[in-house]
């Protein structure tokens, strides 16, 4: 009689093609090796869009640097700890590219009395407690802020409105690398 064929994955009634598909699959994997497949520092770049799925990132760009990938996939725990908590905007936006970025919230009406700057902020009369903006520091393209639109669905608390993405502070230089396309605007994109 024959040897029945073994692999302790398989069950001990398998049969000789389960055994033979066991065998051509063997795979040597060793407890270090999965240790740095499941950390964001250490993963091969190849694995990294993987390892973002399972930890749930909710926003994943390939054109990203390797640094800015592994920075999001290492935060992603950490902001859905926070989620839909104002920190968890800044760490969103932080990982993602975006550190300086500031978050308005809570909009109150304001008499005209020369002591606020009108610049679509503030509103006359009333406040709106649930509106937000957030003021970003540098050029943003319309590509862009599409992203940092879906960063802030993923991210910020759902009764919350976000009023517009305001990069004005960020001069709109004629220098050849803001090309008048299409792809920028001219400082606020209202949503």
């Not at 040597?28 to 399972?54: F, G």
């Not at 749930?56 to 390797?66: A, C, I, P, R």
């Not at 540098?138 to 599409?146: D, E, N, V």
Request: aromatic share 8%.
């Amino acid at each position: 009689m024959s040897e029945p064929l073994y692999d302790p994955l398989l069950p001990p009634n398998q049969k000789p093609i389960e055994a033979a598909a066991g065998l051509s699959m063997v795979a040597d994997l060793h407890p270090e090796a999965l240790r740095q497949l499941w950390n964001p520092k250490t993963c091969p770049v190849s694995l990294l869009p993987w390892l973002a799925w399972a930890l749930s990132v909710n926003e994943w760009d390939d054109s990203w640097q390797t640094s800015v990938k592994r920075q999001v996939i290492t935060e992603s725990v950490a902001i859905h700890r926070q989620k839909g908590s104002v920190a968890s905007i800044h760490r969103a936006l932080a990982a993602a590219g975006y550190p300086y970025a500031r978050v308005d919230e809570q909009r109150h009406g304001h008499r005209r009395n020369g002591s606020i700057i009108r610049d679509a902020w503030p509103l006359h009369g009333g406040s709106q407690p649930f509106v937000y903006r957030v003021v970003l520091n540098g050029l943003i393209s319309i590509r862009q802020a599409a992203q940092i639109r879906r960063i802030l669905v993923n991210t910020a608390p759902a009764r919350c409105r976000l009023h517009s993405l305001d990069f004005r502070g960020a001069s709109f230089l004629h220098n050849k690398f803001a090309i008048r396309d299409g792809s920028y605007t001219r400082g606020v994109i209202h949503v």
